[in-house]
């Protein structure tokens, strides 16, 4: 039974080591070529820089972009503003009114600040900048993520805010800032800021009272610093931010229609932020009631929701896609490799062949007969085929 067992074991081996697929060679019959240690050089050269480029793709990170219907729940929206108007302070008003008609009251409260319109040198580089690479966004093209956040390099003024003023300025101050967060309704709304203090109007709504504002003091010339919804995050570019517009006339409007995107980053560098991107459209225009152009004299931004959501995860590359490129890396460049070095030495042999080159070169042979003293010239291949010649007998005695 003993013995039964170890001839099924030697008979399995046996069929096993029929089937192997790589045959080896003993060293003997081996042979190694100068050319072909200097493409095994190449090939170790090219694997290395291959496997090296391929660590650092893995190593780097995809954006997944998914839309969806926004189903939150949260009635409310914060709206972030930063903004200069060319009128003093207890001369214009900031309100929100939406659809609801809600009191502007509930939404919260705005600060205002005595301001200079005119920005020192340090103040104006620094809104150059942001106008810069707001008009980059707007008209060049870029992808999506370029607009939610930008590049470490790019951002290391934007983050600091605007600067202070280097030197105290001249005379009064000309200008409002008005800044502060308000909670608004997520729902269609317009902020609005225009002349004179509002007063709530019964049933709701409110009114501007400006009869106690002349004329020749309307100037709604202004210049953004900062518009965005939501919780604020640093380096996200918003289409308003840097916005300047200069009003020659005293009744002028402008508009702005804004529409928001729900966004949700899921990144490893920002962490988990919850923001709203959003569109803008601007017009403006001179109010001239003899010219039939009426309206109010101010500024309004009407903002509206959009009813889907964008989520934007950052997302590695599967560890196994890895594994495989890499294989499919070293293999391909061995077997590349082999196919040249074989054609290589296939060319190099007929070269040789065909003008007698190398190996194949002739070489004369000197054959001495006993009988005759005068030698005869051969070639090596000749002699090869005579196998009844004696080379370089001596005579017999």
Request: charged share 20%; glycine share 8%; hydrophobic share 35%.
């Amino acid at each position: 039974m003993r013995r039964l067992n170890v001839a099924n074991r030697k008979q399995a081996i046996k069929v096993v080591t029929e089937l192997d697929a790589f045959p080896k060679v003993l060293d003997d019959c081996q042979e190694k070529t100068a050319s072909g240690g200097g493409i095994s050089i190449a090939v170790f050269v090219c694997i290395f820089i291959l496997v090296v480029s391929e660590i650092i793709y893995y190593s780097t990170t995809d954006l997944k972009f998914e839309y969806e219907v926004d189903t939150g729940l949260d009635g409310k929206l914060k709206l972030n503003i930063d903004m200069t108007v060319a009128m003093r302070c207890n001369a214009i008003g900031a309100d929100v009114l939406d659809v609801t008609g809600q009191d502007t009251h509930g939404f919260g409260e705005l600060k205002y600040e005595d301001a200079y319109f005119e920005l020192s040198p340090n103040q104006r580089h620094y809104h150059e900048t942001v106008q810069e690479i707001s008009e980059f966004l707007r008209s060049e093209y870029h992808a999506l993520q370029d607009v939610m956040w930008m590049s470490r390099g790019l951002i290391a003024t934007y983050k600091t805010g605007m600067p202070k003023r280097e030197t105290p300025a001249e005379g009064d101050p000309d200008a409002c800032r008005v800044y502060g967060s308000l909670e608004v309704n997520k729902v269609a709304g317009n902020f609005h800021i225009t002349a004179g203090k509002s007063v709530p109007v019964f049933p709701r709504g409110h009114a501007h009272i400006s009869m106690m504002v002349h004329e020749k003091d309307y100037n709604f010339s202004h210049r953004i610093d900062h518009f965005s919804f939501g919780d604020t995050v640093k380096g996200i570019i918003n289409p308003l931010d840097g916005e300047e517009q200069i009003s020659t006339d005293n009744f002028h409007v402008f508009n702005y229609y804004i529409k928001i995107v729900p966004t949700e980053v899921r990144t490893y560098a920002a962490g988990n932020i919850d923001t709203f991107q959003f569109s803008v459209t601007q017009r403006n225009r001179t109010i001239n009631h003899s010219k039939g152009s009426h309206g109010v004299p101010g500024i309004f931004v009407k903002y509206d929701l959009n009813a889907l959501k964008i989520r934007v995860k950052e997302t590695h590359r599967p560890f196994s896609q890895f594994l495989i490129r890499l294989c499919g890396i070293v293999g391909g460049i061995f077997a590349v490799s082999g196919m040249i070095h074989n054609w290589t030495e296939f060319f190099v042999e007929v070269v040789c062949c065909k003008y007698k080159l190398g190996k194949y070169k002739t070489k004369d042979i000197i054959i001495n007969d006993s009988t005759d003293t005068t030698p005869v010239s051969l070639t090596e291949n000749t002699a090869s085929s005579l196998p009844n010649v004696n080379l370089f007998s001596s005579p017999s005695s």
